[in-house]
Nanobody, 122 residues
Framework: QVQLVESGGGSVEAGGSLRLSCAAS????????MGWHRQAPGKQREMVAS???????NYADSVKGRFTISRDNAKITLYLQMNSLKPDDTAVYYC????????????????WGQGTQVTVSS
């Protein structure tokens, strides 16, 4: 099994910044894509940002230029730097990691974190 532990959420005023972290542990053989998703009350979960094993990034239009996703392969940790936060960014943020187990039969895994609340006040 692969476990993901998120941290860094909280409450900030509009225009502020937060940095989310997601530490992965377990029988991880290969990590492919890693990403952040969010779910606001009454809305569907949406992709915020993703990063491939090669470092290619992708962002939702709503966060481009404000959020930066990065990963530390040695620490198996994913980050999301969020700047110029807006009230519309208020949501529970989830990290997602996909890859292959380190243990035979090297099955694919797709793990989700427990979520961390981000609240932005106007």
């Amino acid at each position: 099994q692969v476990q993901l532990v998120e941290s860094g959420g909280g409450s900030v005023e509009a225009g502020g910044s937060l940095r989310l972290s997601c530490a992965a542990s377990g029988r991880i053989g290969i990590i492919n894509a890693m990403g952040w998703h969010r779910q606001a009350p009454g809305k569907q979960r949406e992709m915020v940002a993703s990063i491939t094993s090669g470092g290619r990034t992708n962002y939702a239009d709503s966060v481009k230029g404000r959020f930066t996703i990065s990963r530390d392969n040695a620490k198996i940790t994913l980050y999301l730097q969020m700047n110029s936060l807006k009230p519309d960014d208020t949501a529970v943020y989830y990290c997602n990691v996909g890859g292959k187990s380190a243990v035979y039969p090297y099955s694919d895994f797709d793990s989700w974190g427990q979520g961390t609340q981000v609240t932005v006040s106007s």
